[in-house]
């Protein structure tokens, strides 16, 4: 049986592979071509194609976000990326299997397709003499890279001036910014087999970086670890705060495009005096980077951000508010006002206040009062035991809606005991736990149920206070979670079975309504997860 490839390269290349693939004695089947890097995504969940192809195309940062989307689908076709050195010269790299001559038969394809028209050369470390040279290039930029990690740990001046000389370091001597891109906890488990190409793309994601860098007064750019990228920015040259203020927003602006990977925390320090100052630059990063989750919508961390945004709360007016929510939950649970006096409490005084302990006392509270009084109906705890670190991931945005959409859930798996009183509620409420893992809509189900679909849609969300479609899509992933919980399938398999047929989209919606992706969901709670 042919091996199915999707493309996303060139035009020329794509008519060559095309041509190649009808002599390969049918071992291949070229089954579409795209021309975006998001198509091209869609594609390959929508396709899931056993190879890949594509062209390693500016900004970098695309494809990050296409190695986070294959992670978190549990995707791992074999890739093949490539970049285009001139007219007539490309580089590759190519997942490796060292048990397997396939992807060897899948070089011979590319190569010898290309041939007559570009000298293809190896973009990975091997036996050849071109293998070697890009050994050796990257010896080279890891002995440099040692040097500038020192330099974070904290040196005096001296080592410094030694470290610039020795690696000829694109470092002043005086004034600088650490800007710092976090990969959170993206895990590559295929690394071993694609490493090569993960590698590449960092070197390509750090000489962008560079280029933005060399538009104003120069810096250095390495990787601390495989996830976390560092900027050493060199101050800009004035004596002006004004001038160097609005041209420190525009180099950041300039890097916030160069790194919009979707997983990623960016973050800003203050201005930094001396060498010897980037030590505690550094730890403030890690002090600081839990805040993201109060500041998510920021498109870069700082310090100064921080400061503004962070305002005192009066703890007598949290315990009011919750004292509130806690009866409206207790006696008065379908009342609009408790949704209200919860956007209040989450948004407008804690969010401003930056305080993890006022976040996770009025979440505890607030859960113990829906088991008081829902317990019987709860399947689980809904307490987790996260720490700021964890949450990192998440947002306090996210954390409301997950207690806005337990409510509407809890609404719909009490609606037949005494709280909702319209029939034709009730009946759209049993049509979408009987359905949910089909292909419904809001007119499938009015014409199923007989019903005028604008008037169900009217009546569902002045009963519920949630529109029948956001009610479906609720409840399939509640079931999609419980399904994550308890058992070892795939990801997409999951999601066809809650109803979810392109696991892009499912994992999308996943992550808006939960603060998670479905794999960093699995991995926390599936004890079985390998």
Known sequence: MA???????DPQISQLLYQSASSFHSQFDIICNTSSFEEFSDKVFELKPDIVIFHLASPIYQAQNFFADLAEAELSPILLAYSTIS???????????????????????????????????????????????????????????????????????????????QAELRLKNDGYFLYLWDLQDIEYVDHHLNKNIYYWVGEILCEECQTVLDQYNGGEVFYISPTLLCLIINDVQTNSEVTRYQTLEELTKKLNYVLNCKTAVRYRSKRIKTIEDIRPAYDTFHRLKGYHFFCREAEVLTPSLLDKSSKEVDCNEI?????????????????????????EL???????????????????????????????????????????????????????????????????????????KNPMVLEAIDYIHEHFEEDINLKTMADDLRINHSYLSQIFTKEMGITLKKYLITYRIQKAKEMLESSNELVYTIAAKVGFFEAKHFSKTFKKITGHTPLQ???QFSKDFI
Do not use: W
């Open 3 to 9: 091996s199915r490839i999707l493309l996303f390269v």
């Open 87 to 165: 007219k007539e010269k490309l580089t590759y790299a190519i997942t490796t299997y060292h048990d397997s001559n396939f992807p060897n038969e899948l070089e011979n394809f590319f190569t010898t397709a290309l041939h007559e028209h570009y000298h293809c050369f190896p973009n990975y470390i091997g036996e050849s003499d071109t293998a070697n040279l890009i050994m050796n290039q990257r010896l080279e930029k890891l002995e440099r890279t040692e040097f500038l990690k020192d330099i974070l740990r904290g040196v005096t001046k001296g080592e410094f001036l030694y470290y610039q000389k």
């Open 319 to 343: 315990e009011q508010s919750l004292k509130q929510i806690k009866e409206y939950i207790q006696h008065q649970f379908t009342n609009p006002q408790l949704l209200q006096l919860l956007e």
């Open 346 to 420: 989450f948004l407008e005084k804690i969010k401003p206040s930056l305080n993890y302990q006022l976040y996770f006392y009025s979440q505890t509270g607030i859960y113990a009062a829906l088991h008081e009084k829902f317990g019987a109906v709860l399947k689980q705890s809904l307490i987790e035991n996260t720490s700021p670190q964890e949450l990192i991931y998440s947002s306090i945005e996210q954390k409301y809606t997950d207690i806005l959409e337990t409510i509407h859930l809890l609404r719909g798996e009490v609606s037949n005991r005494y709280m909702i």
């Open 521 to 523: 969901y699995k991995k």
